[in-house]
């Protein structure tokens, strides 16, 4: 029935609808921190509906026969942000077992033992030996006054260390990226915390999925948000990680992911401009809604697919499906 009701809402030709997931991280066991993160149990259970159920292409071969007129029903991709060493490590694999492929877009400044702000923020509180922690104390006063109206924040648990990490993500989220940047690894010093440097994929790891049959794309060098960038700024990090991408994989890199991807806040106009002038030829939002001919081919939604149970994911998409693209 599902299938059915699917192949209504997507059919193919001139009036298709392409959806696109998009995924982060595929961890190997549960996160009791992050207990609705993706998995491996889940990601397999769900890999294996996706090839049942649908008809997935590579993000590249179906953008364009979105915009030919020629996309199969119940068209779908698969897309990761950022560059997870998971990816590689577990995503890959069950991809592989299931004959399904996928769109991995990397920040390249985090690759060979980088690391993302969001996740120094989220490993030192972790990984913190500390009862509580305060962010308004932190030394030169790294955050600004935002930072400074947070209370110590309790660490004695799994639910109040998810709680201190939202808050601390929301102070630092909008910063400028060096004041970003700084904020994190403040906070990563007063946690007293010993921080991981093997979160994200090797250089090897990349070209790894690229030899398997997987498509790369860019996501910029440093996870800017354009928005807060001069022009000059935006082009050089939209330019240099495709160029970075290309050296590695020896091929083009024609598929695009811009940060955080919330149009009109996180990118805009411009932004899409300086993508198409760089060489890539489809990018992807965060905004909802799935894909039709006339979508901006810069400005592709992406669905995010949180649900437990196929059944929900399934009249969720459904309903995706029916949402006009925002972008």
């Given at each position: 029935?599902?299938?059915?009701?699917?192949?209504?809402?997507?059919?193919?030709?001139?009036?298709?609808?392409?959806?696109?997931?998009?995924?982060?991280?595929?961890?190997?066991?549960?996160?009791?921190?992050?207990?609705?993160?993706?998995?491996?149990?889940?990601?397999?259970?769900?890999?294996?509906?996706?090839?049942?159920?649908?008809?997935?292409?590579?993000?590249?071969?179906?953008?364009?026969?979105?915009?030919?007129?020629?996309?199969?029903?119940?068209?779908?991709?698969?897309?990761?942000?950022?560059?997870?060493?998971?990816?590689?490590?577990?995503?890959?694999?069950?991809?592989?077992?299931?004959?399904?492929?996928?769109?991995?877009?990397?920040?390249?400044?985090?690759?060979?033992?980088?690391?993302?702000?969001?996740?120094?923020?989220?490993?030192?509180?972790?990984?913190?030996?500390?009862?509580?922690?305060?962010?308004?104390?932190?030394?030169?006063?790294?955050?600004?006054?935002?930072?400074?109206?947070?209370?110590?924040?309790?660490?004695?648990?799994?639910?109040?260390?998810?709680?201190?990490?939202?808050?601390?993500?929301?102070?630092?989220?909008?910063?400028?990226?060096?004041?970003?940047?700084?904020?994190?690894?403040?906070?990563?010093?007063?946690?007293?915390?010993?921080?991981?440097?093997?979160?994200?994929?090797?250089?090897?790891?990349?070209?790894?999925?690229?030899?398997?049959?997987?498509t790369i794309g860019g996501h910029t060098v440093n996870h800017p948000i354009l928005a807060r960038l001069d022009r000059a700024q935006a082009r050089q990090e939209i330019e240099s990680g495709k160029a970075v991408l290309e050296s590695l994989i020896q091929d083009p890199v024609t598929l695009f992911a811009y940060p955080n991807g919330k149009p009109g806040r996180d990118f805009l106009p411009e932004h899409a401009?300086?993508?198409?002038?760089?060489?890539?030829?489809?990018?992807?939002?965060?905004?909802?809604?799935?894909?039709?001919?006339?979508?901006?081919?810069?400005?592709?939604?992406?669905?995010?697919?949180?649900?437990?149970?196929?059944?929900?994911?399934?009249?969720?998409?459904?309903?995706?499906?029916?949402?006009?693209?925002?972008?």
């Amino acid at each position: 029935m599902m299938k059915s009701l699917l192949g209504l809402m997507a059919r193919g030709g001139p009036r298709g609808r392409l959806s696109i997931l998009i995924f982060h991280r595929v961890l190997p066991q549960p996160d009791p921190i992050f207990p609705d993160e993706m998995h491996a149990q889940r990601f397999e259970a769900l890999c294996a509906w996706l090839a049942r159920s649908f008809c997935v292409l590579p993000l590249d071969q179906a953008a364009a026969r979105l915009c030919e007129g020629s996309l199969p029903a119940r068209a779908l991709c698969i897309t990761f942000d950022d560059g997870y060493a998971d990816n590689h490590d577990v995503a890959l694999p069950i991809l592989r077992r299931h004959g399904l492929c996928a769109t991995f877009f990397v920040a390249t400044g985090f690759l060979d033992g980088g690391r993302m702000w969001n996740d120094t923020l989220v490993e030192a509180v972790r990984r913190s030996p500390l009862d509580s922690l305060d962010p308004g104390g932190l030394e030169g006063g790294s955050g600004g006054p935002e930072a400074k109206k947070l209370s110590a924040l309790p660490l004695a648990s799994d639910a109040a260390r998810r709680a201190a990490i939202d808050q601390l993500i929301g102070v630092a989220k909008y910063l400028p990226l060096a004041d970003r940047v700084g904020f994190a690894e403040a906070v990563a010093r007063a946690s007293r915390a010993r921080l991981p440097d093997d979160l994200m994929m090797r250089s090897a790891q990349v070209v790894a999925l690229r030899r398997a049959g997987m498509t790369i794309g860019g996501h910029t060098v440093n996870h800017p948000i354009l928005a807060r960038l001069d022009r000059a700024q935006a082009r050089q990090e939209i330019e240099s990680g495709k160029a970075v991408l290309e050296s590695l994989i020896q091929d083009p890199v024609t598929l695009f992911a811009y940060p955080n991807g919330k149009p009109g806040r996180d990118f805009l106009p411009e932004h899409a401009e300086l993508v198409r002038e760089a060489g890539f030829k489809f990018a992807v939002t965060t905004a909802p809604g799935a894909a039709g001919a006339l979508t901006d081919r810069f400005r592709l939604p992406r669905f995010t697919p949180w649900d437990r149970s196929h059944w929900r994911f399934g009249l969720r998409l459904v309903r995706n499906l029916g949402t006009p693209a925002t972008a």
